[in-house]
């Protein structure tokens, strides 16, 4: 489960994002990039840019991109802000979860880097496992002499009264 830190100025997107988000990942939000709590233990960042320009907030796109995390930088304008980190994927309006989620696993796992230690597959290091030898296959077991079978019992109830 990776932490994200989501710098959203709207409270009803930031409300999208959280359902589009969880529970694949721990969120906390920010409403500008001021007010990011300590970073040394987030994951990634997604800024909405545009939201945060309509609210009056400042974008400083040095600073963000000084951090040195995997950013998500979502904005409407075709003059964006664009980076040369690896780790920096843009995305315009409007925002559709797949698309989300697709920008936010390639920033967290870029291409061409190898994965840590603890996440690599084990096969090249494990030996391989013997094939075991066919076994034939057992007969079912006797049914037991003292195994009770259950009825089910079904009340039939006369709907007409009686007239006697």
């Keep these: 489960m990776s932490r994200l830190l989501v710098i959203e100025a709207d409270p ?5 994002l959280a359902a589009a988000l969880t529970p694949e990942h721990l969120i906390y939000f920010a409403a500008s990039p001021a007010e990011a ?3 040394k233990d987030i994951d990634a960042v997604i800024v909405d840019a545009a939201m945060l320009r309509q609210a009056g907030a400042s974008v400083d796109v040095n600073a963000v991109e000084g951090w040195q995390l995997p950013t998500v930088w979502v904005d409407d304008s075709d003059a964006a802000a664009a980076s040369k980190r690896r780790q920096w994927v843009m995305l315009s309006l409007p925002l559709v979860r797949e ?6 696993f390639e920033c967290l796992n870029p291409p ?3 994965a840590p230690a603890a996440k690599r ?3 090249a290091a494990a030996p391989k496992p013997r094939a ?3 076994q034939p296959a057992e007969a079912p077991p006797a049914p037991d ?3 009770i079978e259950l009825i089910d019992l079904v009340e039939v ?5 009686d007239n006697g």
């Design 12 to 16: 009803m997107l930031r409300y999208g």
């Design 99 to 104: 698309q989300l989620l697709k920008a936010l």
């Design 132 to 134: 075991k030898k066919a």
């Design 37 to 39: 709590p300590d970073l």
């Design 157 to 161: 109830a006369d709907d007409e009264p």
């Design 121 to 123: 597959s084990e096969s």
């Design 145 to 147: 002499a003292n195994v």
């Design 112 to 114: 061409g880097v190898a």
